[in-house]
């Protein structure tokens, strides 16, 4: 159970740090904490690397190093490889014995290369313009380069532009995305380029290599790395795309690519049959057949990710996990290709499985703990686990046994802080299901504690076994409060049945189910004071904080409401992935089924408002806009309701900024703290 994880995690921690007086944790030690990235490990097996990010407070930033460890030394310590002061070392790839990396030292960013066995860093590139970030071929001798460039650029090289000295400042659009994410669409599309490795570096601007397909490669706005791959021999690129044309707001048809090294001949599409997603190509290391995952419903976002396998040679296609309902987050291929690493979500944990590429024969290799990186090794695999009371760490992973953990990067900053315990529980929710759920308790606590009742986003989401920066649990329970989160209909790592339930019924069972749960949990836990509760969600749990205003009006003492959607009307107009508003209300238009849309509409309840309100809002969120969270503190005002509203001018639909962040976390936690003061 997660209690036992984090119990022998912090018992671990404490033999490396000896422990002052014991304290509860708070945002500031979280903010503190160095976070590590996705590891890279050298083909023997001996060196493994990461990114490593330091939080400057003073500055308001992030900034990166890069670290190694010696995998073939047990007892081994992490130690620093490139660390420049003031200067970002990033995105690591080992490649032969080279570590290749993105650095911004002088100013520009650049791809630099550095000995895995140590040295001194060099340069490669000399492009202008930026990028977004690459992939070394695994034979060496060229880079996949993806930057923001204006449609059908030749090479890196930016375009040159007259500017006429007299035209307006206003942006014009005959399409739509005009906007997307946190950013105004400026015409520009993310798109792949090579440049020729030498023992030289990687000079010029290379040659584009997607002859014009209209698209983001990788996709917007958070694809990277793992859209891309390199064919083993180095000679073809396949990478996933979805073509804009003017319907790319309702479209969710990433299709895989391929394409020719050298920019010869056009891209061909492998998956022109499927109208829905494609995405995560990945080569095997024997170059014979490509991995990816494939969903079947067109314009739905959370459908299953069913993990496709096609053999290069033949163009055979088979799909390996259709009988298991559960969808695959991420692949990694063990270095002899007689083996999937994937990652996936099950009931509130976030496990690694290894897949049978013959048999398609799934099993399972981690229980508890969110995996959020996979790096595959000559032995198993090294992974990064977190859980709700730990932060990530490397942990190395064989076929049999548990998890070897490799690191304890955090040791220090955690030490003498007590972290409270996790008991999961299930009962019984709408539609007779069992649903679940977790209750966090704080250390060393009596008697009764008020309750945070934290509601997840997505809402095709899961309040799992996981660390989060944004929305702690472990912070919460430091300031006092008993979190209790359910997993209601429409949450992930329950079958897709169960995430399919909450599509055009999002104020019915999962409101049910929060209900249910909250009962449920405070019936069994005697140290949570029912009576003195606050419940509080994001973006999907936003949209429930303002949908009990009205149709739970008097059940708790104070509520949290961050990004969510307040009027369905305008949240169908003002969006910008149109795809997702449309889905989640029964596939069609506002204009063409407003009934739909209204049925769960929280502003036709806000004669129901009653119960006060803290609305927080991101000026640069395109996805729930800011609109939507003034809206609602006007109508918390006009009712006379005690009500906050709190808007980053900075942020987009998550706050990042570290001093914002903290900031947040005082908001909300003073809010709580007003109404539930006995």
Known sequence: ?????????????????????????????????????????????????WAQRETDLAANRGRYDLWRLDLSRKGAKPEPLVAEPEVNENDPQIVGGTVYFSSNKGGDDAIWSVPVAGGAPRKLTGFQGGFGGFKVAPTADRILVWADRKPNAPSLAPAIEKKDPQAGEGRVYDKLFVRHWDTWVDGSHSQLFVLPLTAAGAPGDG???EHGLDGDAPSRPFGGGEEVSWSADGKTV???????????????????????????????????ANRATDTLPTVSPDGRSLAWVA?????????????????????????????????????????DSKRLYVSVQDTQENPLFAVDPASGKVTRLTQQGHVSAVAATPKGAVIALNSLTAPDDFY????????????????????????????????????????WGYAVKPAGSTGKVPVAFMVHGGPQGSSDNSWSYRWNPAVFAGAGYGLVAVDFHGSTGYGQAFTDAISNNWGGWPLDDLKAGLKAA???????????????????????????????????????????????????YETEELWFDEWEHGGKAYYEDPAAFEKWNPVNYVQNWKTPQLVITGERDFRIPYTQGIAAFTALQRRGIPSRLLVNPNENHWVLKPNNSRQWYREVLGWMDRWTAK
Not at 422 to 430: E, L, M, Q
């Open 207 to 209: 040659v584009a290599i």
């Open 1 to 49: 159970m997660r209690t036992l994880f984090a119990a022998s995690l912090l018992a671990t921690v404490a033999v490396v740090a000896a422990p002052a007086a014991a304290r509860q944790l708070t945002i500031d030690d979280v903010a503190s904490l160095s976070r590590i990235g996705a590891p890279t490990v050298s083909a023997d097996g001996k060196w493994m690397v």
């Open 238 to 272: 396949y990478f996933a795309l979805r073509i804009a044309g003017t319907t790319e707001p309702l479209s969710t048809n990433l299709d895989i690519w391929s394409a020719p090294a050298d920019g010869s001949s056009a891209p061909v599409n492998l998956t022109p």
């Open 522 to 572: 405070t019936d069994k836990f005697g140290w949570l004071d029912g009576d003195r509760a606050c419940a509080l969600g994001a973006s999907y749990g936003g949209y429930m904080m303002n949908w009990i205003e009205g149709r739970w009006p008097d059940r708790f003492k104070c509520i949290v409401q961050h990004d969510g959607v307040f009027d369905a009307r305008a949240m169908a």
């Open 396 to 435: 190395a992973v064989a076929s049999k046994g548990k998890p070897v953990r490799l690191t304890q990067v955090n040791a220090a900053k955690l030490a003498g802080i007590d972290m409270p315990s996790v008991t999961r529980f299930s009962f019984t929710g709408a539609n007779n299901d069992t649903v």
């Open 295 to 335: 969903m079947k419903r067109p314009g739905f976002e959370a459908d299953r990710q069913v993990l496709m396998l096609r053999d290069l040679a033949s163009g055979q296609v088979r799909a390996l996990t259709e009988s298991w309902d559960r969808s695959v987050s991420s692949i990694a291929w063990s270095p």
